[in-house]
């Protein structure tokens, strides 16, 4: 199976940086996903890694290496809006993706 | 068209009520997924299809039986549920998953499910 550890809860101040951590243990992986979920509402995609580095989109940066089994994600210049939970999903062959417990981040001003 | 959209958006039944939730996409996506999610909890993965065909059971109770009567349209019937089956069911698509493509999840808003 699975394992897919990072932080329940973050607070960060609105236009400041913050960094979210992801760490996985998984066999067949294939790319991991980083998701936005505002409450009571569907998860949107943020960003997909498969080869390590850095994938920058906008204001949102994702980071992946394999070999640590290590991803995180990067918000700048942080919005109210962003308040939300950041969920780490891992994708394992070409059909199953599974998802980390989230981490529930609440920008304050 | 970049929605995925499941009815109904809040469903009450009753232990011995058979019912079904009901989702549609028209992105051309060949895969698609059921997944459960109860308050404060990620997303669980119960079922997948790929090209209309069942292709991962997370070993989900056989009280939900999925089914893809088309590319574009996928079922989950329920029966006899219990009230800890209450949860919102989120439908997911995902483009041809036998390329190398991302394999990003486009979900629908969900089914609010309250079994009593």
């Known amino acids: 199976g699975q394992n897919i550890d990072q932080p329940t809860e973050m607070t960060a101040t609105e236009g400041a940086i913050v960094q979210i951590n992801c760490t996985y243990q998984?066999?067949?992986?294939?790319?991991l996903f980083w998701y936005q979920q505002h409450a009571g509402e569907a998860p949107t995609f943020l960003s997909y890694n498969v080869l390590d580095g850095l994938e920058e989109k906008g204001r949102f940066s994702s980071f992946l290496s394999r070999s640590k089994g290590y991803s995180y994600l990067l918000l700048k210049e942080l919005q109210m809006k962003d308040s939300a939970s950041y969920l780490c999903?891992?994708?394992?062959?070409?059909?199953?993706?599974?998802f980390g417990i989230g981490t529930k981040l609440q920008v304050i001003p | 068209d970049t929605e995925v959209t499941q009815t109904p958006k809040h469903l009450v039944m009753g232990m011995t009520n058979k019912k079904s939730l009901k989702c549609e996409q028209h992105m051309g996506h060949r895969a698609m997924y059921w997944y459960k999610q109860k308050a404060k909890k990620p997303p669980e993965l119960m079922f997948v299809?790929?090209?209309?065909?069942?292709?991962i059971n997370e070993s989900v109770p056989s009280r939900f039986s999925p089914e893809c009567p088309n590319s574009s349209l996928l079922n989950l019937h329920l029966h006899a549920l219990q009230p800890e089956d209450s949860a919102l069911y989120l439908c997911?698509?995902?483009?041809?998953?036998?390329?190398?493509?991302?394999?990003?999840?486009?979900f629908g808003e969900g089914s609010r499910l309250t079994v009593l």
């Open positions: 299809y790929s090209y209309e065909k069942l292709s």
């Open positions: 998984t066999s067949g992986f294939n790319g």
């Open positions: 997911a698509s995902s483009q041809d998953l036998q390329l190398a493509d991302t394999g990003e999840l486009f």
């Open positions: 999903a891992v994708r394992v062959g070409y059909q199953k993706v599974t």
